[in-house]
């Protein structure tokens, strides 16, 4: 069974950083990826990693302010590291991982809020 879980979010002002973590247990040799969900708004893909962390995709929006990476080790925590962040990146930032069946990210964390002040 896979269990992600996040944590590293908080309340930040608006040019300051963050790093997010994900700690993922069970099957964890896929794709895994950063998504947000703003208040009113539909859920975002922000970007994805393969198991290795040697392929990379992100939304064009966010590409330069935003890295995901994966630890070099176990490959179980994946992190998205935000820059420059702005009060229009407040939402609840939550990870997700591929499933090696279906191709589509089946599972998901708990969410992390984010929320950066003007």
């Known amino acids: 069974q896979v269990q992600l879980v996040e944590s590293g979010g908080g309340l930040v002002q608006a040019g300051g950083s963050l790093r997010l973590s994900c700690a993922a247990s069970g099957r964890t040799f896929s794709v895994m990826g950063w998504f947000r969900q703003a208040p009113g708004k539909e859920r975002e893909f922000i970007a994805d990693?393969?198991?290795?962390?040697?392929?990379?995709?992100y939304v064009d929006s966010l590409k330069g302010r935003f890295t995901i990476s994966r630890d070099n080790n176990a490959k179980t925590t994946v992190y998205l590291q935000m820059n420059s962040l702005k009060p229009e990146d407040t939402a609840v930032y939550y990870c997700?991982?591929?499933?090696?069946?279906?191709?589509?990210?089946?599972?998901w964390g708990q969410g992390t809020q984010v929320t950066v002040s003007s």
């Open positions: 997700a991982l591929r499933s090696t069946v279906t191709g589509t990210f089946d599972y």
């Open positions: 990693t393969n198991w290795s962390g040697g392929i990379t995709h």
